[in-house]
Structures are given as C-alpha cells and as structure tokens.
C-alpha cells in the first residue's frame, strides 16, 4: 500500500493538515466573537423586556430600530469597553503565528521541512492560508449566526450584511495584521526572542512611523497640519491632525472599538428614547481593503524571503541585522518623539530647537539601543566592533531621511493660496485654548471644575473643531489668508505663544489654528500654526461666531440635552440632573426655581425641568434667531443676565452629552422674544425691571496666586467650589478668581466669602460714562483663557457682582 | 546519480566546503568520512536541499535538489538531528511523510516496525535515541526514496540493530537500485556495507575511490636493517607515513603493494613485515594533522 493520493498536492496536503491542527485557535476566536455578538443577540431579550413592561407602543419598530442601532454602534462606536477579549484576539493571532512558523527557528525542524517534496514558498503560504483561514472562519462563523438569527427575527437586510461583512473585515484584518508581522519577523530572524521583540516592532511599526513623521513635519515645517500622535495605537490610520487623530480613522486597526463596543447604556431603558426610523450605516471600506492589501503585499513578501532563507539561521540570533536595524531606526526616532515631547513641556521651547532635540535624542537612543541589541546577539565585542559601520550606515540614512522630509515637508507647507484660487474656506480649532475660551466661555459655559470649550462643543457634532465651515465671501476668504500669512512669517515658531496680556505680562497660550482652503480645482490645501494672539484672531473672531453653522451648532447642543433622541435616555427619570436656572439683574440674583429638591420631590423636579428645558429651547431659538449673537456684540443694551448654578454633580456622566450644570451665563437683550417669553411664563419677567448700573469696576489681570481682588469687605452671597488652595489661605474658585479664605479644602463649596485685595496693577473706574462702556463688554468668564480682566462690578447697594473684561475690548 | 560539481558553501566568511565534486551513482552506497567539521552534514544537507550553495551545482537525474521539489519527492534526508513534530507517534509522521512522498508505503512502514520491534502507536518522544534513530529510519525507507542521504545514522545503535540496519539498506539498495551516501565516523560501518569512500578533509574530498581500492593501493612495511636508516634512504618510494627508530623503520606507502615489497627487499632488511592496512587507519594517516603529541601537550 503506497500513498498516491495525498502526495500529488502537497500545497493542500500541509493546508489541510495545518487547519486540522491548529483548530483550537480558532475556536478561541470564535468563542470571543461569539461574547461579542451576545450583544447583537441580546435585542431580542429587550424586545421580550419591552413587551412585558409596556414599555413601547409598537414593539416591531422599536425593535428593528434598536437592533440597527446596536449594530452601527458596532460600526461606529469610538468607546473601548472590551480591551481584554481586544488584546486576546491580537495575542492569538500572534501566537498562531508562532505555532505555525516555529519550524523555521529550529535546527531540526528545518532539515526536515526544508528537504520535504515541497517547495518552501508554497510550503509557506500553505501555512500562512491555513492560519488566515482559521482566523477568518473564528470571526466570520459567529457572525454568520447572528446575522442568520436576527434575519429570522427581523427579516433580511442587504446593509445588514454590509455591517456585518465591515465588522469581519476590521476584525480580520486586525488578526492578520499581526498573524503577518510574526510571520514576516519569523522569516528573517533566527530566535524565538527576537521573534518576539522585532515581531512586536514590526506589528508597531505604523504606529511608530506615523508619530515620527507627523512630529517631525509638526517640528520641522511652519504651517504643516500634522502633530504630534500620542496615541500608540490610535495611529494605525497613518499620519494624525493636530489633534493627534488618525486622518484616515477607518484604517485603524488596533482600536477595536470600532467594531467591538457594545452598547453601555441600559438597554432595557434605552428602549423607550429610540429615535425612529434608524438606518443602518454606510461602511467605509477603502482602507480596510487597501490594508488588507497590504497584509497580503507583506504574506507574498514573507513567502519569497523562505524562499532565499538560509537554512542555517535557525537557532541563531543577529542573523538578520536587516530587521534590527528597521527596529532600531523605527524605535530610536520614536523615543526620539518622546523626548520632544518632554522638551515641549516647557512650552517655550523653539521648534527649530525641538528639531535639533530630536535629532540628537534620536541618534543618541539608536545608538545605545544598536549597541545592546547587537552585543546581546552577537555577545561578542570583537564582532560588534567590526559591526559598528552599519550603525554608522544607519545613522546616515536617518539624517538623509529626516533632512529630506523636513526639506520636503517645509517646501509643501510654505505656500498659501491665492484668493481668485480659492473656492472656499474653513477654519478649524484642534485645541486651541484661546479662541475657543473667547467663543465659548463669552457664552459662560463651564461647568465649575473643567471647562467646556467651543471646540469639544462643536466637534462632539461634527468631529471636527471648524469653527468656519466653508465659507465662500471672498472678503473673509481674504481676511482668512491675510491672517495665514502673518501667521506664516513666525517661522520659528514656539509650542506654545508668549502673549503679552495687555502690559501685564508675558502668558504662554499654547494655541493652535487650522485653516483649510479649498480650491477652484477641487483639491484641499490644509495649513495650521501653533502660534496665535488675540489681535489675529479677533482678525477673524466675526466671521467665526456669526456663521450659521456655529449658531445652528450651539443651538443644537442647547436644545439637544433636553429634548434629543435618545440622549434623554441618559437622563435620569427623576430629573434632577438638570439643575436650577436663576434669572438675576444687576440689583441682585432671583431664582426662577427653587433651588434645591429632596428626593421626595420628584414631581415638583420634573415639572420644573420643564420649565428649565423651555428656557433652555428658547435661548437657543434666539440663537438661531441672530438675536442672541454668539460673540456678543449687540448693538442693544444687555437687560441682564441667565445663568445656571449647580447645586448637585450631574447624571449626565454618559456618552455623547455636554453637562449644562454650573453658571451658564446668557445675556438678555430685548429683542430675544422667544427667552423673554419663557420668562414671562412662569412670571419672571419682570427680573430685568429697575436695572441697576455699578458706581465703581475695579478690575485686574489674574498674573499669580498674590493678585487678589480689592477687599472693601463686599462680599458675594453663593456656593463656589473651591479648585485650588494657596500657601497663604487664598483659594481660586471655579470662577476662577482669587480670594482670601481660610480654612478652604480643595473641591469644596465655600459661601459668604470675602474678596481682600487687589493686585498692584489694578484700575478702578468710577466715571459713569466709562463704566456704562466697560459694562458692555464685560462677562462672567475671559474671552480668552489668559487674556481676560476679572473685574469686580460694585452697586450702590452694597452688592457687588464679578466678571472679566476681553483685552481686546478694553483699550 | 548524484552529481555534485565543483561545490561550494559559506558561513558568512567561512568556507565550510570548496569546489568539491563528487558523483554517486545509482545502486551505489557512498561512504563520506571526515574528522569533525570537516564538511559531512553541510554537503548532505546541500545535497538534501536544506542549504543553498554559493556555487557549483547539486543535481539528481540532472535535477537541482534544491529548486526542485519533484527531486526531493524520491529523496529521503535522515539527519543527524532528528526532528519529529510534538507528541507525534511513527504513525503519525508517517501520515506526514505520505504527504509529500509519493512513495510512501505503509505497509513496509508495518513490517520494519515488526522487525525493528517499534509500536507506531508509540510517542515518538518517549523513545530512547536509539530507537528514534531506527524510527526514523523506518519512516525514511518508508518512502521507497531513490536517494537516501543518512548522516551519523547508526550513532546510537546497538550491534544487533546496526547489524539490521545494514542488512536493509544493503538489500533496499540491491532491490531498488538506490543511491546512498552515509556519513559516519564508523569506519568499520563505511568498510562493511559501502562500495566507494569520500573522503574529506575539510573543504575537500582528498580521496575518493572505491573500498577495495583503497585497501589495495596502501600497505604498511615494518623493517629492520643493519645499519640505521633515515627517510631520505626512501625516496624512491611514495611516502604517506615514516617512522625511524633507528635501525628499525616502519613505512606506509601508497602504490602497487608487491611492487613496493619488491622493492622494499632490493634494499636488503634483515627483516621485513607486511601489514595490510585498514579503512581507520588509513583515515587516521589523511588526517595527520590531528595526530597530535598529547604527552608534549600535558607535560
């Protein structure tokens, strides 16, 4: 009896017989998988839930519709709640690569597999198919079986199967992301330790590429779009914005969140706030496939080096110093980012002097991180003496790469385009402190403790942080390019902004601005900096806040906590999330609600929300209107002022929400008519009658803990949290003022305190007129974070109200 | 028939073999014999398809073993490390084996587990290294091989079984017309079943001729003259080895062994000895550089 059969295809022979024998793998995927799409499953225990509470009127559309719901959340979701089973999945892939690959590590295994009737590249890729094949089928079964389940339940979908075929593919290609990496490291390398290290460099590498080109273009080239990527595995996309986000987020392999996050929220609750007629969402697969396409670029790649692989590397270490020296070269200019990093610290570093720290950390790493590797490989110092050239060849190629990236990068980035070029503009705020404080804050959002700014506002909508959304006048297109090429003349450019505070000292402002220009020819040309002032930008600050979107924007947002879809989901059903409004005028604060609520309240709290929600809809129908104009400037006089106060942290701790929680601050004019109507309503109206004028401001610049406020025992009847304790007693409060208080703890909430003193370089008006200026400029937060007068308001009465001054509007 | 022509293999700056040419042909078994490092297992391997060579060519029936996997399909390679995968049984990488030799029967895999008294069901791993030497050996003879390249492969063995062990391939040569090359240090294992000797000494093969030959071309004369002789009253003869002890000398010569007898005896020795050589000894005499003065070395 002779073997025919099997032997004349020895491809599908090691195919097969490597399936057979590596199934465990597989159905470890497959069991991960399976716990993941539970989730999908778990619709029909809401719909059964639902059904037995009454919870909803028509069972079969809230139920489609949370099914799809869930299912986009695969696709789209940005949270990560399943890092475990995440990593589990990737360090299978690894370890299937191992198993698989090991033979060409060992001495013996590769005298037989080497001298085997097959031909070492199909001998390979039979390999390299059988694990792709196991991985895939752990991934694709269970998915298959929830889909084919919920299609009995629900009925079929074509974008049913599009979200599922999406899921597979990113969950896949995570897989074989790393199954390649090994696979390829394992061709090269002689030791299981250096498959380990270089594997896990190698499966990094994007990572590690994409974080030194986007800080090298950061530091290198004035006007470049590109930061510094913080994230490790965020940036499997490619280069990152300044933000630090993937540009191409689709390609992100490691952040399984993508597809991976389950719902957080209860569902059983959710249930109820489903938004109707849910659509599925339109996967994007471009760069799935195109990375795809590189793995299997890299598994052909991998199959023609066994093809050449010396026999006799197996068992060896430092038998690739190819492979070692991508490591070092990809490590050591990573580590060199770090250091930079560290140096921007400081904020007043120079970029040209942050390039040169690159340079030298760079080179310093590679070539201690060279040296270990090599003497631990080759354990010989004679060797590693006669090596020392390649580290010499290495350092070389990294400056010729550096130099010319940076030359290149700086060439790309110098230009700004002609007006009669462009089509239209758009400007965006990656993380810009400044500008988004001035829009923002001049609306008096924050929240006590961490300040809510426009950028987080507007980009929890859009992604992005634009505050000019293609606009197409040509005379902001111009204003806009002016500003770009002022902008571009500070060439050396520093992390962060010295800005001098109207002569009251230098700040840093580490600001940023993006602009992105689109041309007649259809193309986009992005440019940022990282150096801006108020003057430039208040060059543009009309613009910005008056554009439609920013309102629609804004005004979404305020009426979105109160009456979105499914976001009231989140809000707790007794309604003591959302806490009190207080109307007041300068002669003092009256509630238009009571201020506090007992849990035995809830009614009485649920009604008042209402009241509350009503106000907020109208603010942001005024908004819309243009009669609340978002940078402030009206021409009418303020009648005074809305703003909120907390009493009680917030249930709005859930995804996707912005907390409108403590002094929010909305001027009155007369022609808001949807908030004055509100107003009069529930019978407050009449808050805004016998407006009073300060007899005296006496404001000041906020420069260290020892310029306080003047102290004429006028004190301030509130709740204030305390942020921060001085050595001296003084505290910051969350309005960000200094006073004097003994005895404060930080994060507690003081009352009756005593404002003390005032800074040496304080101005104190009195002159009617002025005052009546000043007093149409002022707000309960800065303009911009560092540019701002805290200004004290003192009334005849006694009273005294506090609030800052914009720098710019205080000549 | 093995062609091997003008052969050479590297280790970065290491020459491990230089220009070796060698033929074996069918039916033959070829005996390769060198000290340690002389270049055994690397030419094997080369011939197996495991190393890549720098130059020359390796070929089977005019085949390149190492670009054709058709060529290696009816090449058996027993190396001196065996590799069977973990847990495995003879069963097992005898399905293994099947995959990728056509040939591969396992009823013959039956019968020389009964002679070798083997359980195929066995795990390879528990096995003594002898018996996972005759295992694999099994296995290889298995595959009904055309070529059979054994290296080091009766270190191990007990008398008994290396006896078999040779009746086998003996026989399996005889009835299929095989070629083999066994590398041993076993000269008396290389003198028993080989037909032809290799030897290398080094990068290359110093000598290469058939068993018998080798025994017929050298002989070793022990003297005893009169008055004392040096190695320069020698010279008429084709040297290998010299050792005077004044009047008595002991000679190894190359060439026609009467001829040299012949002559040996025109130079009038009170006494002269005649000692066939044996394969080891002759080895011994190739590698004369090893042929080190340990007294000197630990005095």
Redo the contacts between chains.
């Keep these: 009896m002779t073997s025919k059969k099997s032997s004349l295809n020895p491809f599908r022979f090691t195919y097969l017989r490597n399936i057979k024998g590596k199934w465990p793998v597989g159905v470890s995927v497959f069991i991960i998988i399976a716990v993941n799409c539970w989730e999908i499953f778990s619709v029909i225990n809401q719909y059964n839930y639902a059904i037995k509470k009454n919870l909803i009127t028509d069972p079969a559309i809230n139920l489609k519709n949370e099914y799809k719901f869930i299912f986009n959340s695969y696709v789209n979701d940005s949270e990560i709640d399943w890092l475990f089973f995440e990593i589990l999945l990737l360090v299978l892939a690894g370890i299937l690569a191992i198993i698989l690959f090991k033979y060409l590590l060992s001495k013996a295994a590769v005298n037989v597999t080497f001298s085997l009737g097959i031909s070492r590249k199909k001998f390979f890729l039979a390999k390299y198919l059988a694990g792709a094949t196991i991985l895939s089928a752990g991934v694709i079964l269970p998915m298959l079986v929830a889909c084919v389940a919920n299609v009995c339940f629900f009925g079929n979908s074509s974008a049913l199967w599009i979200s599922a075929g999406y899921i597979s593919l990113k969950i896949i290609s995570a897989m074989m992301w790393i199954f390649t990496c090994f696979a390829l490291t394992m061709t090269l390398v002689g030791s299981v330790l250096e498959t380990f290290i270089m594997g896990a460099v190698v499966t990094l590498s994007p990572a590690f590429i994409s974080r030194i080109c986007s800080a090298l273009t950061a530091i290198s080239a004035n006007g470049s779009p590109y930061s510094f990527n913080t994230g490790l595995f965020s940036c499997f996309g490619g280069l990152v914005d300044m933000k630090g986000e993937p540009i191409n987020t689709d390609i992100t392999i490691l952040d399984f969140s993508k597809y991976l996050t389950p719902m957080s929220a209860d569902l059983n609750e959710s249930v109820l706030y489903l938004p109707k007629n849910v659509a599925y969402d339109r996967p994007y697969v471009f760069f799935s496939l195109v990375f795809l396409g590189t793995i299997i670029a890299l598994a052909v790649l991998s199959a023609l080096i066994v093809a050449k692989r010396p026999a006799e590397k197996a068992g060896f270490m430092g038998t690739s110093p190819v492979l070692q020296g991508f490591c070092v070269l990809t490590v050591g200019p990573w580590l060199g980012t770090l250091c930079v990093e560290i140096a921007k610290e400081g904020n007043l570093t120079t970029y040209r002097l942050l390039f040169v720290t690159f340079i030298i950390a760079s080179l310093i790493i590679m070539a201690v991180g060279y040296s270990v590797v090599d003497l631990i490989c080759i354990r010989s110092f004679k060797k590693y003496r006669s090596r020392i050239k390649y580290l010499l060849i290495e350092c070389a190629i990294f400056a010729v790469l550096v130099g010319a990236f940076a030359t290149v990068a700086n060439i790309r980035y110098a230009t700004v385009p002609k007006t009669e070029d462009v089509k239209s503009v758009s400007v965006s705020i990656p993380d810009a402190y400044a500008y988004s404080d001035m829009s923002y804050m001049r609306m008096g959002f924050y929240d006590g403790s961490n300040e809510i700014r426009l950028d987080e506002l507007l980009s929890s909508e859009t992604n992005e942080n634009v505050l000019i959304e293609d606009i197409t006048d040509s005379n902001v297109i111009d204003k806009i390019i002016a500003m770009n090429k002022e902008l571009k003349k500070r060439n050396n450019q520093k992390a962060g902004n010295v800005y001098n505070v109207s002569g009251f000292g230098n700040r840093v402002i580490p600001s940023r601005i993006m602009i992105i220009y689109t041309l007649r020819n259809g193309k986009q040309v992005k440019r940022a900096y990282n150096r801006m002032t108020d003057e430039m930008l208040m060059t543009v600050s009309d613009e910005i806040l008056n554009t439609e979107q920013a309102r629609k924007t804004v005004a979404y947002r305020l009426r979105s906590n109160v009456t979105r879809g499914y976001d009231i989901a989140y809000v707790s059903p007794n309604g003591s999330s959302f806490t009190l409004s207080k109307a007041f005028s300068h002669n003092g604060m009256t509630p238009i609600k009571p201020g506090y609520y007992s849990e035995g309240e809830e009614e009485a709290i649920v009604s008042e929300n209402k009241a509350q929600n009503e106000l907020y809809n109208a603010i942001a129908l005024d908004i819309l209107d243009g009669t609340l104009p978002l940078n402030m400037k009206s021409d009418e006089e303020i009648m005074g002022y809305i703003y909120n106060t907390s009493m009680e942290e917030t249930d709005l701790d859930e995804i996707d929400m912005i907390p409108l929680d403590t002094s929010s601050l909305f001027p009155v004019y007369p022609s808001m008519k949807n908030t004055l109507a509100v107003l009069e309503k529930y019978g407050e109206k009449d808050v805004f009658e016998n407006t009073a004028h300060p007899v005296r401001i006496t404001y000041t610049t906020y420069n260290s803990d020892t310029d306080f406020m003047d102290s004429e025992n006028a004190g301030m009847v509130g709740s204030m949290r305390v942020d921060k304790v001085g050595k001296n007693g003084e505290i910051v409060l969350s309005d960000g003022v200094v006073y004097q208080y003994d005895g404060a703890f930080e994060g507690e909430y003081v009352h009756d305190y005593k404002v003390i003193k005032m800074g040496e370089k304080t101005v104190t008006v009195t002159d009617p007129e002025e005052i009546a200026e000043i007093e149409k400029t002022v707000c309960l937060r800065s303009l911009t974070r560092y540019g701002g007068y805290y200004a004290r308001m003192d009334y005849e009465d006694g009273s005294a109200v506090f609030c800052y001054i914009p720098s710019y509007n205080l000549k | 028939m093995i062609s091997i022509d003008r052969v050479t293999k590297k ?1 970065g700056d290491f020459t491990a073999i230089e220009n070796l040419s060698m033929q074996v042909p069918e039916g033959s078994i070829y005996g390769l014999v060198g000290y340690n490092g002389a270049g055994k297992t690397t030419l094997l ?1 080369s011939v ?5 060579i720098c130059s020359g060519s390796i070929t089977v029936n005019g085949k390149n073993t190492f670009t054709s ?2 060529i ?6 027993v ?1 001196d ?3 069977f995968e973990p847990f495995s049984t003879i069963e097992k990488m005898a399905k ?1 084996y ?10 013959t895999m039956d019968k020389l587990c009964g002679v070798f008294k083997l359980d195929k069901k066995a795990k390879l791993n528990s096995f003594s290294k002898g018996m996972q030497r005759q295992a694999e050996m099994i296995l290889g003879m298995s595959t ?1 091989p055309d070529v059979l390249l054994l290296d080091e492969s009766f270190d191990g063995l007990d008398p008994q079984k290396r006896n078999l062990m040779n009746g086998m391939i003996v026989d399996y040569v005889a009835e299929r017309n095989c070629s083999v090359i066994i590398s041993s240090h076993n000269l008396h294992e290389i003198s028993d079943i080989c037909d032809r000797v290799a030897l290398i000494n080094g990068k290359n093969i110093v000598l290469d001729c058939s068993v018998d030959d080798v025994s017929a071309n050298r002989c070793k004369f022990r003297l005893a003259f009169a008055e004392e002789k040096t190695q320069a009253d020698f010279s008429g003869f084709d040297i290998k080895k010299f050792k005077g002890d004044g009047k008595i000398v002991t000679l190894s010569l190359r060439g026609n062994e009467e001829e040299n007898e012949e002559k040996l005896r025109q130079m009038n020795p009170l006494l002269l000895e005649k000692f066939p050589l044996t394969l080891e000894e002759i080895f011994l005499e190739e590698m004369e550089d090893s042929d080190y003065d340990f007294k000197e070395i630990f005095s």
Excluded at chain 2, 98 to 107: I, M
């Design positions: 280790y391997k197996a398809g495991v190393y890549g996997p058709e290696r399909q009816k090449m058996f390679y190396p490390e065996i590799y293994l099947a995959g990728y030799y056509p040939g591969f029967s396992f009823s009904m």
